[in-house]
C-alpha cells in the first residue's frame, strides 16, 4: 500500500468518525479551533505579483537594509572600477595611435616582427 492510498483511507476513515461524534462534541471542537484561529500571530501575506515575480519578491522578504545596501554598494564599486579600467585601456591605446599616426614610419615598420618590441619600450617612456 503506498503513501497516497494510505492517506486517502486515514482520510475517509476520519471522516466517517466525524459523522458519528455528538454534536456537543463537534461544538466544541469548531470552538477550539476558532480560538486557535484567533490566537494564531502568523500574518499569510500574498504577493500581487506573479512568476518571477513572486519568487524575486519572496527571496528579498527577509532581506534587511544593511544587505541590500551592501550589495549596492558592490555593484556600484564594481561598474565604477570597470568603467575606470576600461577607460584607462581606451586612452593608453589612444596614445599609441596617435605616436604611429604622427610618427613618419614607413608601411613595412607594421609588419616588422620587431615592431611590438618597439612599441612596447616607447609605450614605456
Do not use: C
Amino acid at each position: 500500500m503506498n503513501e497516497l492510498h494510505l492517506a486517502y483511507k486515514l482520510r475517509l476513515h476520519l471522516n466517517r468518525g466525524l459523522h458519528e461524534l455528538p454534536a456537543g462534541t463537534l461544538s466544541r471542537l469548531e470552538d477550539a479551533r476558532q480560538r486557535a484561529l484567533a490566537k494564531q500571530k502568523v500574518s499569510a501575506r500574498q504577493s500581487a505579483l506573479a512568476g518571477v515575480g513572486g519568487f524575486v519578491h519572496q527571496q528579498f522578504d527577509h532581506l534587511h537594509l544593511k544587505q541590500v545596501l551592501l550589495a549596492l554598494v558592490t555593484v556600484l564599486g564594481v561598474a565604477t572600477y570597470t568603467y575606470w579600467y576600461a577607460d584607462q585601456s581606451i586612452t593608453e591605446l589612444e596614445i599609441i595611435d596617435s605616436a604611429l599616426l604622427s610618427d613618419d614610419l614607413p608601411v613595412a615598420a607594421f609588419t616588422d616582427k620587431g615592431f611590438d618590441a618597439w612599441l612596447k619600450s616607447s609605450a614605456s617612456q
